[in-house]
């Protein structure tokens, strides 16, 4: 079985912003504190606070930046070089200013002379390349992991149509097949089989990716209905499922592949007794588990889940959950299990 493709989980720039800012001004403070001793920690803390306000107020327009200009690129290169040489100045110089200038308000203190405060910016600017390098480099990082969540999801969209339309032209196939036999020899239950047959296909047209697992027992048993029309016997579904199954979100269409395997490949026949096939849904440890069983009546000459059954087992697999078929004494059971929440 394919691993499940689900959607990267990102945490918000908002967030991971704070985050390391805040790790690097905690960082940065006992540093400080002791290489210039400017008079305890708080001074030092006032310091770094107002050296490094300019650089956290220019990071999300960087990281917007990042996501409009992605690298690699040589244009964007040469670009984001030409501003980093152009930023680091310009931050340093506003960054340096506000630390004197909230030092000044907590103790006022002589000021530098202009050349010492040109040397300061300078020297302070070289220090200040990496943090321009983090930024652009973290920044450029979650734009390149926000681009490979909208890839995924994109090819895991394409390929859940993929997989309905394969579903839709399944049962359509089928359905069309067994009502232009059913013509010649019962024509009035041919044209309510078309009437079952149509209202199914409204369904199917209108079907959400993902429903409630009550709507998918709905159009199961519309199935089951088309199916005795055709049979021109009684089929049963018996359904037991618990009110949390019932509000579970599962993928559209997806229970009406399973009952068809249930009927085609339970070995009954014209003259037989009335077909019981039992559908019971619970959910357990945040998994919604659905069984289906029918009876095995003759052996099948099937050796395969069938191409309905497979897209079944692969969409599943996109979302994360499973599929099981096996014997249980003479009949037959598919267990499916989903993972998601309730609506």
Avoid at 257 to 275: C, F, M, T, V
Wanted: aromatic content about 4%.
């Amino acid at each position: 079985m394919p691993a499940p493709e689900t959607p990267l989980s990102l945490p918000r720039p908002r967030w991971v912003m704070l985050a390391l800012w805040g790790l690097l001004i905690a960082t940065a403070i006992p540093a400080v504190h002791l290489s210039q001793q400017p008079g305890g920690l708080l001074p030092a803390a006032l310091f770094i606070l107002g050296a490094e306000l300019p650089w956290m107020l220019a990071t999300p327009p960087l990281w917007a930046a990042c996501r409009r200009w992605p690298l690699p690129g040589r244009r964007h290169l040469i670009g984001w070089l030409l501003l980093g040489l152009l930023l680091t100045p310009v931050l340093t110089a506003l960054g340096w200013g506000l630390g004197h200038l909230l030092l000044q308000l907590w103790q006022a203190q002589p000021l530098p002379s202009p050349a010492q405060v040109v040397r300061a910016i300078g020297i302070t600017a070289l220090f200040a390349l990496p943090t321009v390098i983090a930024v652009a480099g973290v920044g450029h990082g979650l734009a390149w992991l926000q681009r490979l969540r909208t890839q995924t999801e994109a090819l895991q969209l394409a390929r859940e149509v993929a997989l309905r339309q394969h579903l839709q032209h399944h049962f359509l196939f089928n359905a069309l097949n067994a009502i232009g036999g059913l013509a010649l020899l019962r024509p009035q239950a041919a044209d309510a089989a078309l009437v079952q047959l149509s209202s199914l296909l409204r369904d199917t047209l209108q079907c959400p990716p993902q429903r409630p697992l009550a709507d998918e027992l709905g159009a199961a048993q519309d199935h089951v209905a088309l199916q005795s029309l055709l049979r021109d016997e009684a089929l049963h579904l018996h359904l037991q499922a618990s009110a949390q199954a019932l509000a579970w979100l599962v993928p559209g269409l997806l229970l009406q592949p399973l009952i068809e395997n249930a009927l085609l490949h339970s070995g009954w026949q014209p003259g037989d007794a009335p077909l019981h096939i039992e559908l019971r849904a619970t959910v357990e440890a945040g998994m919604l588990g659905v069984w289906i069983s029918n009876p095995c009546l003759r052996p099948s000459s099937s050796r395969g889940l069938g191409s309905g059954l497979d897209a079944v087992r692969r969409r599943l697999a996109m979302v994360g959950g499973q599929l099981q078929a096996s014997h249980v004494g003479s009949g037959y059971r598919v267990h499916l299990s989903v993972p998601g929440a309730r609506t």
